[in-house]
């Protein structure tokens, strides 16, 4: 609307106009050109102090906020009152205690759906396996998924990959050549073991495991997707290293402020236009490269490589962007790759440290696979012990506290009767998924050989889904790059067994796992005692 029709309409016709001062910091405009106003057409803010300006933005995020639950009032709420501003104690009260408020809404709504406050949206809690199996069918027209944009990943990265999930084709060509990428991922995994966990057979070495893991992680993974010898740098591999550990903490920042300030705040906290430029002094060299020949030959370039690092700059040409596009995306990947999978090994180690009988029946299942394929993705495939080893450790300690992340995109109304909004977030517990009896007799027991000796028509494994098992989320959405993380998973545990002793630093005593917010994460302060295998 144009300034001076609003000014007609109020009386105020001329462009030139005097008022009286009403207050100290705030001045209705004094003769002044309407031409040169760039505020409100009516006020001036000439005075207001930040913190002013960012209450009143506040406040009128809260008063949006508050309209866009009014929907969503038909369900219960647990972890505190669904009140205007009272809400907030409910926030408060989830990011400190999720796990146990997920626990108690999944008890008393079982079958049903039930809320939980977030800083800027509720999240719809669907509780029982009908439920989950509702939502995980319903058609991409009605649901699409959330995990990127309720993890922020959009202001941490500064992009709109939750409108245009970037990454998903290229972790389905990665998953077609599981087989064709084991050998290289194999070969870096077991030199770096070597490198940072040198133990021998006489003495034990205390070993910072978390360092240490997600540093074999990252180099494991880079030589899949960029290769050598980038993926051997030190300075690669220590930015990566960092650049998902402060990712990590801008999401924990970010899920407390309100949706205005998270773009800004997001970028600051991880200084993500200085990271694409740091991975750029790397990898720009092979992509302008790469880059340079698919303009030339087109379709016709005989020699163009097959590896993930071309799959990202396929899709980064198809959508005319440039190589920080491409950065951006492998920044993006190993955020995803280090953090998960560094956390998984990290339980399986803290969790076989305690059961030394067991190493020695993942040893022999691991030895006679190897016996009969090499270390090859055929002999993984036959360590069905070891996946469901691994498949019970996550179970007890998957990553976050909520998954299956799901946006409603047009409404509907579940079995139970509950009417999901077009634009409700809604989740499905994990933990409490988990430990329900009636999903696992004795649930809260640590029982390796659960899924082995599942009597089911086909064994779960690592990588199954199900409404009963939700660690990577379930259907169509569920994690497209688990198939990946599980043969790196089961690589790095087959190697520790096969060339390691291991026992906790303190006898007896796991180390405690660190509950925030969503998350749920392996300590990163443990040390476990390494030895080179002693072979009777």
Not at 32 to 46: A, E, I, K, R
Not at 207 to 232: D, E, K, L, Q
Not at 301 to 330: F, H, M, S, T, Y
Not at 473 to 484: D, E, I, L, N, S
Request: glycine share 6%.
């Amino acid at each position: 609307m144009e300034c001076s029709s609003l000014y007609k309409r109020r009386g105020l016709g001329s462009r030139r106009f005097h008022t009286k001062r009403i207050s100290p910091q705030i001045h209705v405009v004094s003769s002044c050109s309407l031409d040169s106003m760039t505020s409100s057409p009516l006020l001036y803010v000439g005075e207001l102090t930040t913190a002013q300006v960012v209450a009143a933005a506040v406040f009128v995020w809260l008063f949006i906020r508050h309209l866009s639950a009014k929907n969503l009032r038909h369900i219960p709420t647990e972890g505190g009152p669904s009140l205007p501003i009272l809400s907030f104690i409910g926030l408060y009260n989830f990011l400190a205690h999720g796990r146990e408020i997920i626990q108690q809404g999944y008890q008393q709504h079982k079958g049903r759906a039930f809320k939980v406050a977030m800083v800027d949206r509720w999240l719809v809690v669907l509780s029982g396996k009908k439920l989950v199996d509702e939502l995980q069918k319903m058609p991409d027209d009605t649901v699409s998924s959330a995990t990127t944009e309720v993890l922020e990943m959009p202001n941490v990265f500064a992009s709109n990959w939750h409108k245009d999930p970037v990454h998903v084709p290229i972790l389905r060509n990665l998953t077609r050549s599981l087989a064709l990428v084991f050998e290289d991922m194999f070969d870096e995994l077991s030199i770096a073991f070597r490198e940072h966990i040198p133990a021998n057979s006489d003495r034990w070495l205390p070993v910072h495991a978390y360092p240490v893991i997600s540093t074999i992680v990252t180099r494991a993974a880079n030589r899949v997707f960029v290769g050598m010898p980038i993926c051997r740098d030190s300075g690669y591999v220590h930015m990566m290293v960092h650049f998902e550990e402060d990712v990590s903490k801008a999401v924990k920042l970010l899920t407390i402020l309100p949706g205005f300030m998270k773009r800004a705040a997001g970028r600051n906290a991880t200084v993500i236009d200085k990271r694409i430029q740091q991975c750029l002094d790397y990898l720009r060299p092979v992509i302008d490269d790469r880059m340079a020949m698919m303009a030339v030959f087109g379709k016709d370039w005989a020699d163009k490589p097959n590896d993930l690092l071309q799959w990202i700059i396929n899709e980064v040409v198809a959508r005319n962007q440039g190589p920080e596009e491409v950065a951006r995306i492998v920044l993006f990947i190993n955020f995803g790759a280090i953090g998960t999978t560094s956390a998984a090994i990290l339980h399986a180690l803290y969790d076989i440290s305690m059961r030394p009988e067991l190493a020695d029946t993942l040893r022999e299942e691991v030895e006679a696979a190897v016996a009969e394929e090499g270390w090859t993705k055929a002999a993984i495939n036959k360590m069905r012990k070891l996946d469901s080893f691994l498949r019970e450790c996550e179970r007890h300690n998957g990553p976050t506290i909520v998954s299956m992340f799901r946006n409603i995109l047009q409404p509907v109304t579940l079995s139970d009767g509950t009417f999901l909004p077009k634009g409700a977030t809604v989740v499905t517990p994990t933990f409490a998924t988990h430990f329900d009896e009636e999903n696992y007799p004795n649930a809260t027991l640590f029982d390796p050989l659960r899924s082995y000796k599942s009597d089911k028509s086909v064994q779960p494994q690592l990588i199954t889904t199900s409404a009963d098992y939700v660690t990577f989320g379930h259907g169509k959405h569920a994690c497209p790059g688990r198939f990946f993380a599980s043969n790196e998973l089961k690589a790095m545990l087959a190697y520790i067994v096969v060339n390691y002793d291991v026992k906790p630093e303190y006898e007896g005593v796991r180390p405690e796992n660190l509950r925030r917010g969503l998350t749920n994460e392996p300590n990163n302060t443990a040390r476990v005692l390494f030895r080179g295998r002693q072979v009777d």
